[in-house]
């Protein structure tokens, strides 16, 4: 949730963010190195250890990461210095390019979850009122509590219809 509260501070949280996740990446994958720029195998490398942490740390579903012929044509765009090896600049650039995606889908599920089921759930309140036994039950529970168990309704369809 504060992840969710940060994205109100400004519009380039993503990029705070995909940096953050980026160099660190970056330094794990070149730790060994006296060089200051990435191989296409230590790219990939890095690329595939980003695409870990998204899975591990974003909800939704499992987003896969491009393929080894993907990223050969992405560092052609990447690569401002066209030395066929990216820097940490250059490097952060891709990976913001290769995520934008990404973070668009993670967002709408978010969207979804967090604004239109607690709205629909309060738009179908009133269609429960002629259902008998239920009716006079749901209207007894506050609007706030309702729009809250629906939400988690929802998110547990999603997860689940995920997983299948």
């Known amino acids: ?3 969710i509260l940060e994205k109100f501070k400004g519009e380039d949280w993503k990029e705070r963010q995909i940096g953050s996740i980026s ?11 006296d060089r200051a720029t990435l191989t296409f195998e230590e790219l990939y490398i890095a690329v ?12 939704g579903s499992h987003f896969d990461p491009p393929t080894k012929e ?3 044509i992405l560092i052609l765009e990447s690569d401002m210095n066209l030395d066929g090896e990216l820097d940490r600049v250059e490097f952060v650039n891709f990976i913001l390019h290769i995520t934008r995606d990404t973070f668009v889908t993670v967002s709408w599920g978010l969207i979804i979850s967090l604004v239109a089921a607690p709205t629909l759930a309060l738009l179908t309140k009133r269609t429960t009122e002629n259902v008998p036994g239920v009716g006079k039950v749901v209207q007894k529970i506050p609007n706030s509590v309702y729009a ?17």
């Open 1 to 3: 949730m504060g992840q």
């Open 23 to 33: 160099n660190r990446v970056f330094d794990r994958v070149n730790q060994d190195s």
């Open 48 to 59: 595939l250890l980003v695409y870990n942490d998204i899975n591990k740390r974003l909800p």
């Open 70 to 72: 993907q990223v050969k």
């Open 148 to 164: 809250s168990l629906m939400t988690l309704v929802v998110v547990a369809l999603q997860q689940n219809a995920e997983k299948v």
